[in-house]
């Protein structure tokens, strides 16, 4: 009782998509999420190029928290951070991660 | 409810007493069948010699013929019982040519015999409302809940009860923490909602059992050995043998390691001191360091305890002072690759945190990895590389985790199955992480290297897998917390059985002996108070 089932989510997401040059997804990349830690959050993206990172508490600083994308053969060329908005549940953090081939 | 059903539902069948002087080379076999079905396949048959703590299972073919090998039964009288869900033994008799002859009847009392995942499945409800059910059969089976005539509000008074009671709590022994587990009111409200709707509060039952189907064709082809423990209260969590061939184990709820010889059935228990008097007793991890010395994690007497296997003294490693709160509690042990930097990892449940014992000082270091994250999170299983960096389990949440032995940093992995909560788990030769996700229903492994999952499903819904063990042959070994069931399977080829055991048993961890031949399957039975063995008659799946 009073396990972690009780204690439905909560807290900020972290999601986007990893793309190349030309906007086409890439799948099977690595997504890290540094945290002023240290600690790293990592996932890799779906067939689409989604990845999603689970909740994140309210206490955290979204733009405290890096977002960077690897995959063999490609090259990180850009991170765009999409405006975070201010709400109550806070609303996911959207992140699109570039590279290119290189 | 009345001692009959009660017996019933503590031994999952009934009990027939059968005098059989079997001479010392025979065989003993035989054949069960039912009015209903004729020739029984998948029944489970159970032999216990008279005032012996040993009892050997064996399972009928399809042409309803079992036989125990003649090497499992000495010759003596014997007590016979069998399990087969909705049948009771009605009678045996001795054949003309000295077999026996088990006849079955149908059940009397069905809901007796259920499984905590044929309850699952019998009962109305969606997902979300029986969720937080997995919580409850950590202590004890759904039919002391839903034979209960309890309201909405009286059940919301028993669940605010349990969250007093400590995790290593049993029926024949309940311990009350310190400090109560937290809980939201409205979670436990609608629990008691939803309980109210599925108990006996408006009449008997508004809907109808469903049962699992009997082991059939491989599935059958197994000896089961239980060691009976010479006290009920003893729990045994975690099993395994060590290199003479001795089954070890960790009592959930009392100070003691415990030592049986399954050659014998001769038990021996070594008593570590008390470290918090008044805290709830016993440990739950038992784990081995590199010279095969064991580690036990302390739970609520805090802390982890060192047993040198050849002094067989105890070594307590307590809790500094300023760590050590009422709510403290030290559930695993990762002693592996201590040779290597001299420290033990351990957990500390009440800060949602990992440990790192330097051996020689006596000091603990604190790992924080899911500090100001928020959400439910709790390290649990723990394994270490061959340079002692750490991969835990987050049991709370979705997650593995990896903390570098050097810099202390940790990698956090979501698991590809969101609310998986990964829970025990092992490394292979290859340094890949093998893990169950028991909230997730399904078996999974981490590839470092890769930093990669890959997941399988358990095939029966419900199975809340608890551990997962990989044998020489590359074949997982998990164990049901909820159905009785084994399970074995090839992540090569996805082909599965499942072994049925011969009791209500909370499995939890799991051990695999990789040195006979078929490899040999170890559970203890953490409410039955008995160390399972269970060999397989066959090699391979395939």
């Avoid at chain 1, 807290?11 to 540094?34: M, Q």
């Avoid at chain 2, 209903?36 to 399809?62: H, K, N, Q, W, Y």
């Avoid at chain 2, 070994?477 to 399977?489: A, C, N, Q």
Wanted: glycine share 8%; net charge positive; with cysteine.
């Amino acid at each position: 009782m009073g396990g972690p089932d009780e204690h439905p989510d909560e807290g900020l997401v972290f999601f986007g998509y990893v793309k190349d040059a030309r906007g086409a997804p890439i799948a099977s990349a690595k997504v890290t999420a540094t945290m002023k830690s240290g600690n790293t959050f990592i996932v890799q993206t779906t067939a689409t190029g989604l990845y999603r990172l689970p909740t994140f508490s309210t206490n955290i600083n979204p733009a405290e928290v890096v977002i960077a994308c690897a995959k063999e053969g490609y090259k990180q060329t850009r991170v765009i951070r999409r405006p975070i908005a201010k709400a109550n549940p806070p609303k996911p953090v959207e992140t699109e991660c570039r590279m290119e081939r290189g | 409810m009345q001692d009959g059903a009660r017996l019933k539902a503590l031994f999952g069948f009934t009990l027939l007493l059968l005098f059989c002087g079997t001479g010392a080379a025979a065989e003993l076999r035989g054949h069960v069948s039912s009015r209903e079905e004729g020739a029984m396949e998948g029944v489970l048959v159970s032999a216990r010699r008279a005032g012996s703590p040993i009892t050997v299972t064996v399972v009928s073919d399809a042409k309803g013929e079992f036989r125990f090998p003649e090497v499992s039964l000495p010759p003596g009288k014997y007590e016979y019982s069998t399990r087969a869900v909705g049948y009771e033994l009605e009678r045996s008799a001795s054949g003309g040519d000295g077999t026996i002859q088990l006849t079955l009847r149908k059940a009397k009392d069905l809901a007796a015999q259920l499984t905590n995942t044929e309850w699952f499945i019998s009962m109305p409800g969606t997902t979300e409302q029986k969720r937080p059910l997995i919580e409850c059969m950590s202590c004890h089976t759904f039919e002391r809940i839903l034979r209960t005539k309890h309201g909405a509000g009286e059940m919301f008074e028993v669940l605010k009860r349990m969250t007093t009671y400590a995790n290593n709590s049993t029926l024949q022994k309940v311990q009350v923490r310190k400090v109560e587990r937290k809980y939201e009111e409205q979670n436990l409200r609608r629990l008691a909602a939803y309980l109210a709707t599925v108990n006996q509060s408006s009449g008997p039952w508004a809907y109808s059992l469903k049962t699992l189907p009997r082991p059939s064709g491989r599935a059958t082809r197994v000896v089961i050995t239980e060691y009976d423990m010479p006290r009920k209260t003893i729990a045994p969590h975690d099993v395994q043998i060590d290199a003479e061939g001795m089954a070890w184990y960790s009592n959930f709820v009392d100070n003691y390691l415990g030592r049986l010889d399954p050659k014998t059935g001769a038990h021996e228990e070594f008593a570590w001191p008390a470290v918090k008097p008044g805290a709830p007793t016993g440990a739950l991890a038992l784990s081995t360091d590199r010279d095969g010395n064991f580690w036990l994690a302390a739970m609520f007497q805090t802390g982890v305890v060192k047993f040198d296997v050849r002094k067989k003294a105890f070594q307590v490693f307590r809790l500094p002072p300023e760590m050590n709160t009422d709510a403290s509690q030290q559930s695993m042990v990762m002693p592996r690759q201590s040779h290597v930097d001299g420290k033990v990892w351990t957990n500390e449940v009440a800060k949602q945190a990992l440990m790192r014992l330097d051996i020689k000082s006596g000091k603990y270091e604190l790992f924080e990895p899911f500090k100001m994250m928020g959400g439910s999170h709790s390290p649990y299983g723990l394994v270490a590389d061959a340079a002692n960096n750490l991969f835990f389990m987050d049991f709370g949440g979705e997650a593995i985790g990896r903390i570098d032995a050097k810099t202390g940093q940790a990698m956090i992995y979501p698991t590809p199955t969101p609310r998986s909560r990964p829970r025990r788990t092992m490394m292979d030769a290859q340094g890949r992480v093998w893990f169950a996700e028991f909230a997730a229903n399904k078996v999974a492994m981490f590839d470092p290297a890769k930093e990669s999952f890959r997941e399988w499903d358990a095939p029966t819904p419900h199975t809340y897998p608890y551990d997962v063990f990989v044998d020489r042959n590359g074949e997982l070994w998990s164990g049901s917390m909820s159905s009785d069931r084994i399970l074995r399977f090839d992540p090569a080829s996805g082909k599965s059985l499942e072994y049925l055991l011969p009791r209500q048993t909370n499995v939890r961890r799991v051990f695999v002996d990789n040195r006979t031949k078929p490899v040999t399957f170890w559970v203890g039975s953490n409410h039955g108070a008995s160390i399972i063995r269970l060999t397989p008659l066959d090699e391979r799946l395939d």
